[in-house]
């Protein structure tokens, strides 16, 4: 019994210890698997690392760099050292010992970029810029230049023991670079020792039921490559919100480093200078980047230049062009600023914006010329009313001087000269005023295409004729309110000033067509036109041209390049004035050898082209209440009257009518007011006379009045106004007119009210 118990007891204890001996060397073959196991681990998160790093280099070089890294001096010291700066950041944050580029180049390999690790030990380790490798390189160096997969490998040369990895890197144009990473084998080793640590604390963590160790180390390895892994992702993510950035923005925009080398350039940039990006990049910023003053052609510093001088934001807001690639120069303004990263005081390079400001330039001279033409429209209207005035005198003396000469006299015709040359003045005075913007005038519907045609017949005959005349009215609707005569004269000087351009024939062609403008567009208009539907003229010839320095001073009164004695200046100022009189605009464009464009808007109407009346002279009888503070022209106008057969009392100013009016109202049938008169001018007068007699019958006479005076007052009851100076035909029709209506009233409302009683 004993002797089996015993027997039992050895083989129980031999059959643990076979279990303790198995135990042991499963664990520890498992142990020695694992070991291996952690050391390979190591060794791929050791060349996960180095990828990592390696594809990283592209997203730092410039995406041409390779391209042009073709011999020893095509990339500058200066951008050499930028990228040297740029990798040994790189390489600080992951620990690499060296990042570097290389090319292969007829069987040879050069070096082309390279962080600045440490000193030379000696000449044969020191690294540079296109430096071949005397002793060649290694074998899986070689076997990336031929793949296009990343290889790895582990090798000894003059500058230590390594495990790298070589990346090939396709450039734009093809040719292939590859991109290095490398740590040095020490540190690989003491990694593996670092692992020969964790194994033996494994080995005691394992016994003693502590395991979890190595799950928290491989988990903190790999949380270490994917915060590597997160931060090559947000700089390709932030690049990649740039790239977009810059791409939306609609001006130009310019980076450079800190030397002044272009760095980056926008579409809108590229689009502005004519440099296009893999030309530019890398070139110094004054060779892409030349600006002059807009005023002095010379050259002024370049703002790129002042804010890595300075060190501070600069910009310009007008007088400066830059100088494109093709020598165009585009009027721009620009704003530069230093680019200084955090926790530095260094400039790190500048970003330039530049906007081209030609057409916002161009709008300004057209408003500032439009200002101009104003201004010197208020100075001739003042002119045009004084000379009017005495012309009136004149022509009204030589109308009244006719009933006093024999008809068959010498005296005749000294009186038809007389009325002949005031009515030229006259015409004159008339273009003077039409220039002016509030100049007054017969406003009535009538047909432009009719006005045009009429216009034709007449310079048809009085031109070269070897100038052949065409027309082209794709218009429907050609109905226009206004003054016909006005609108005849300025087609007129339009067609003789097209002819003298044309010395040795050619063509007058005028075209119409129907536009519809919006709000947006009259308000974009340096003329005072509302939105609707207008008739578009284009009166064209193919002429000399007019010369650029002269496009903006054309429609300035009295501005001619004729001899004197040719011409007045009043021709083109008259149709300016005319279009702005009749609410529409006015451009022009000339081309010197090809011929001249005067494009002209006018709002159409729906009202219907009445017939026009014949004039004669009317006579009548009643009282009129004439006021005028010009003496000659008052005594001139009150002669006339009285030769009609009106019996006329006389005011000097509008006090003076007012006062009369207030005591004879009742026996006045009419009153003639001068607009402008001192103490009280015209409209005050009319005004006060209304207010006594709501019905009271009123005609404005003036030199010049404007359009919103004379509406307020017709608003009012104002019958009728007369321009000045004014004939015995149109004075006799308009008074005899408003009298005989007036009494027709009073008595149609006379009968009503005996009817009523």
């Not at 002797?3 to 664990?27: E, G």
């Not at 939306?248 to 310019?254: F, N």
């Not at 600069?314 to 600023?337: F, G, Q």
């Not at 005035?389 to 001087?401: C, D, P, Q, S, V």
Request: hydrophobic fraction near 40%; include cysteine; charge should be negative.
């Amino acid at each position: 019994m004993m002797t089996q118990a015993l027997f039992r007891s050895k083989r129980h204890f031999s059959l643990l210890f076979i279990a303790v001996i198995f135990f042991i060397v499963l664990t520890l073959l498992f142990l020695f698997w694992f070991r291996g196991q952690v050391r390979d681990y190591i060794y791929r998160d050791i060349d996960r690392q180095l990828l990592t790093v390696a594809e990283s280099v592209p997203l730092i070089l410039p995406e041409n760099y390779h391209m042009r890294a073709r011999t020893p001096h095509s990339i500058s010291s200066a951008e050499y050292r930028s990228i040297e700066q740029k990798l040994n950041r790189l390489a600080l944050k992951s620990g690499a010992k060296y990042i570097w580029t290389d090319i292969l180049i007829n069987g040879r390999v050069f070096l082309t970029s390279c962080n600045s690790n440490a000193d030379p030990t000696t000449a044969d380790t020191e690294i540079y810029y296109f430096m071949p490798y005397k002793n060649g390189v290694s074998e899986p160096e070689m076997k990336a230049f031929k793949g296009s997969s990343p290889v790895y490998g582990t090798f000894r040369d003059a500058w230590g023991h390594f495990r790298a990895v070589f990346v090939p890197v396709k450039n734009p144009d093809g040719s292939v670079y590859l991109a290095c990473a490398e740590f040095t084998v020490d540190y690989v080793d003491a990694m593996i020792a670092k692992s020969n640590i964790l194994f033996m604390a494994g080995l005691a963590a394992f016994l003693l039921g502590i395991s979890p160790l190595c799950f928290f180390y491989i988990a903190g390895s790999r949380r270490h490559r994917r915060q590597l892994q997160s931060k090559n992702n947000q700089l390709i993510q932030s690049r990649n919100r740039m790239e977009t950035t810059l791409r939306s923005i609609g001006d130009g925009v310019i980076v450079t480093d800190s030397h002044g080398l272009v760095f980056k350039m926008n579409p809108a940039a590229q689009s502005l200078t004519g440099w296009k990006m893999p030309d530019a990049e890398g070139m110094p910023h004054d060779s892409v980047l030349k600006f002059v003053s807009t005023d002095n052609p010379a050259s002024i510093l370049n703002p790129v230049e002042e804010v890595i001088t300075s060190g501070r934001a600069v910009s310009t807001d007008r007088n400066i062009s830059l100088i494109t690639k093709d020598s165009r120069a585009i009027e721009v303004i620009t704003s530069a600023a230093p680019v200084i990263w955090e926790n530095s005081e260094s400039i790190s390079g500048v970003v330039l914006v530049i906007r081209d400001t030609t057409e916002r330039n161009k709008i300004e001279e057209r408003m500032n010329s439009a200002k101009k033409m104003e201004a010197i429209g208020v100075l001739a209207s003042g002119i045009a009313h004084d000379f009017n005035n005495m012309l009136g005198g004149i022509m009204g003396a030589a109308e009244l001087l006719k009933y006093h000469l024999p008809d068959d006299s010498e005296a005749q015709w000294i009186h038809k000269t007389i009325i002949s040359s005031a009515s030229r003045a006259a015409e004159l005075t008339r273009q003077m005023l039409t220039f002016s913007r509030d100049s007054t005038g017969v406003s009535a519907a009538f047909n432009i295409h009719d006005i045009i045609n009429e216009t034709l017949f007449l310079v048809k005959s009085s031109i070269d004729p070897r100038i052949k005349i065409e027309t082209d009215f794709s218009a429907v609707h050609s109905n226009i309110l206004g003054d016909s005569s006005v609108m005849q004269n300025s087609f007129l000087n339009l067609c003789i000033n097209a002819s003298h351009a044309m010395p040795e024939g050619g063509t007058i062609r005028i075209s119409t067509r129907e536009i519809c403008i919006d709000q947006w567009a009259c308000e974009a208009s340096p003329f005072d036109i509302k939105a609707g539907c207008f008739i578009e003229i284009d009166v064209s010839d193919t002429g000399i041209g007019i010369p650029k320095e002269n496009l903006t001073r054309i429609f300035e009164p009295f501005f001619t390049t004729k001899e004197q004695g040719h011409g007045t200046g009043l021709g083109l100022a008259s149709v300016y004035g005319a279009i702005k009189q009749h609410d529409g605009a006015i451009s022009v464009y000339s081309e010197i050898g090809k011929g001249t464009v005067f494009q002209m808007l006018l709002p159409l109407t729906g009202e219907q082209v009445s017939p026009a009346d014949m004039e004669e002279i009317k006579t009548g009888t009643g009282r009129i209440l004439l006021a005028d503070d010009d003496e000659i022209m008052r005594n001139t106008a009150s002669a006339i009257l009285e030769k009609l057969g009106y019996e006329v009392q006389m005011a000097e100013n509008g006090q003076e009518a007012l006062d009369i009016f207030t005591r004879d109202h009742e026996k006045i049938d009419l009153v003639i007011l001068d607009m402008t008169m001192p103490v009280m001018n015209g409209m005050d007068c009319f005004e006060q006379i209304r207010s006594i007699d709501p019905h009271a019958p009123v005609i404005m006479t003036s030199g010049f009045s404007s359009d919103e005076d004379l509406a307020l007052m017709k608003q009012m009851g104002l019958r009728a106004f007369i321009s000045k100076p004014f004939l015995t035909a149109a004075l006799s029709r308009t008074v005899h007119d408003i009298i005989h209506e007036n009494k027709r009233d009073m008595d149609t409302e006379r009968n009503s009210l005996n009817d009523i009683s």
